[in-house]
Nanobody
């Protein structure tokens, strides 16, 4: 089992950058695929990005490609999401999730086994 704690959210202006962090407990962090999802008020949770166990493979939702970068540091049990050129439509609660064995349906939130509590990102115009 793994526990996840997100941080780094806040209120920024359009065009600004933020880096989110997700710290994981336990000694098996490198055995988890990590993902970032977000949920805006009244909307379903949507896929943002994911990264493989070693960080060698990454996936992004089309609307985030070129603006967001996911990375991980297995020595620190942490996954990051660097968000650049933020837009008001990026406003949401951002969650990190963890899953173990398969990259199938990487963007489906129901495939993830563990979740953090979320961190709010608000982008003003």
């Amino acid at each position: 089992q793994v526990q996840l704690v997100e941080s780094g959210g806040g209120l920024v202006q359009a065009g600004d950058s933020l880096r989110l962090s997700c710290a994981a407990s336990g000694r098996t962090f490198s055995s988890y695929i990590m993902g970032w999802f977000r949920q805006a008020p009244g909307k379903e949770r949507e896929f943002v990005s994911a990264i493989s166990w070693s960080g060698g493979s990454t996936w992004y939702a089309d609307s985030m490609k070129g603006r967001f970068t996911i990375s991980r540091d297995n020595a620190k049990n942490t996954v990051y999401l660097q968000m650049n050129s933020l837009k008001p439509e990026d406003t949401a609660v951002y969650y990190c999730g963890a899953r173990r064995f398969s990259i199938a349906n990487i963007g489906r939130w129901g495939e993830y086994d563990y979740w953090g509590q979320g961190t709010q990102v608000t982008v003003s115009s």
